[in-house]
């Protein structure tokens, strides 16, 4: 693979284990093809039928994400243009919709009662938040992101609906909305196709994007938001459908049964401080993650662990581990990063519950390991040749 045909892609001046990274603006619309192929305990790093792994076009260091057949194209058509516009309009002059309005609302609303927490505490209101805040990151990181975005595991559909359903009360919305924009994520990390790309700035990939549907639609290849073409798994199931069309009530009905418990305090703490603090922990993956932390696997994206991110988001921080092995269900590869969601689901296994449970094996990490040292060596020294 020539140098010429690596320029089309986020090229990062990156070298392992740094943690202040100068990013080269190099970067562009293109699509990643994920083509998987599982089994019980790794994957193989090529697909069904490809070439040989030295024969393939691998610029992103990513057993999973194999770049073959791509026809480098810049497209300048009706779409771009408009995503362009989109863009150019900013956050607050472009044209809010709906479904904006409705989130920007509901994100004030729970910051307004987070904020009044410490002025009513009591006892029973903490605790109460404290128990919802690891049922809903365990819906978010167990439920959201490795069983339905990567089925990295399998688990019985009453036990999934549950751990999801747990998710949607972290006011992330529903999990198609949620599982779409994730495999977009992996698919364009960093460019910008990337829903939620750290190139738009710290606050765009933090927050910003969540609220501007039309936009991330656009960004999506979607011709409007909604279609969510990329799971067709999920829309084919009459759980997340009806999850999709009544997220609202939920909430609703949560905040209604903790006011009618225990007053304010409960409103306060168990709705407004606990989502504050889930939905905060889980946007710095996307912002923090991709800006300040450590690199082991020398990928082509900006991820990062963060010791800091890998606590509070119950493992989800080992980020670089994660876009490194996006199939395997352990994202504290080391003894010492710990991973909660990976406890669980190691207790899962033992009782029998979990099933198909993904992991690199040491051959996995070998061959990655190898990828990102040829992939540096040929950035460095300009070498000519196919990795």
């Not at 998987?36 to 070439?51: E, F, Q, Y």
């Not at 026809?71 to 300048?76: D, G, N």
């Not at 910008?192 to 639609?217: C, E, K, L, V």
């Not at 581990?321 to 990976?342: C, I, M, R, Y």
Request: charged share 20%.
């Amino acid at each position: 693979m020539s140098l010429l045909t690596l320029t089309i892609y986020p090229n990062f001046l990156v070298t392992n284990n740094h943690k202040w990274r100068t990013r080269y603006a190099n970067i562009g619309s293109h699509d990643r093809s994920s083509r998987l192929t599982n089994n019980k305990t790794s994957w193989s790093a090529t697909s069904n039928g490809a070439a040989p792994l030295t024969k393939l076009i691998v610029p992103s260091c990513t057993l999973l994400n194999e770049r073959s057949d791509y026809h480098v194209t810049r497209e300048t058509d009706e779409a771009t243009l408009e995503l362009e516009k989109k863009r150019n309009l900013g956050f607050w002059l472009r044209e809010w919709d709906s479904i904006d309005i409705t989130n920007l609302c509901w994100f004030t609303g729970i910051h307004v009662l987070g904020a009044s927490a410490p002025f009513m505490f009591d006892w029973g209101a903490l605790w109460t938040a404290v128990g919802l805040a690891f049922m809903t990151g365990f819906g978010v990181t167990l439920g959201y992101h490795r069983l339905l975005s990567h089925r990295s595991f399998k688990i019985p559909r009453w036990l999934e609906y549950f751990f999801v359903y747990c998710g949607v009360h972290a006011l992330q919305r529903d999990p198609i909305f949620w599982v779409s924009i994730h495999k977009n994520h992996h698919m364009h990390a960093d460019t910008d196709r990337d829903p939620h790309t750290p190139t738009q700035g710290f606050w765009f990939s933090h927050m910003g994007w969540f609220f501007y549907n039309n936009y991330i639609a656009s960004k999506c290849g979607e011709s409007r938001s909604g279609e969510y073409t990329n799971v067709p798994e999920l829309k084919a199931q009459w759980f997340y459908r009806f999850l999709q069309d009544t997220y609202f009530c939920h909430p609703i009905a949560l905040a209604t049964l903790l006011y009618l418990y225990g007053g304010l305090p409960y409103l306060a703490w168990g709705m407004g401080m606990r989502a504050v603090m889930v939905l905060h922990i889980t946007f710095l993956v996307g912002s923090v993650n991709h800006l300040w932390g450590d690199r082991p696997w020398n990928t082509s994206d900006t991820s990062t662990n963060h010791w800091f991110s890998g606590l509070l988001a119950l493992g989800d921080g080992w980020h670089n581990n994660h876009h490194a092995f996006p199939k395997s269900v352990q994202h504290g590869l080391e003894w010492w990063q710990l991973d909660l969601t990976w406890e669980l689901i190691k207790f899962l296994e033992m009782v029998g519950v979990a099933t198909d449970v993904k992991l690199p094996t040491e051959a996995d990490k070998k061959k990655m390991a190898l990828l990102c040292t040829n992939k540096t060596k040929k950035l460095t020294l300009g070498l000519d040749h196919d990795i």
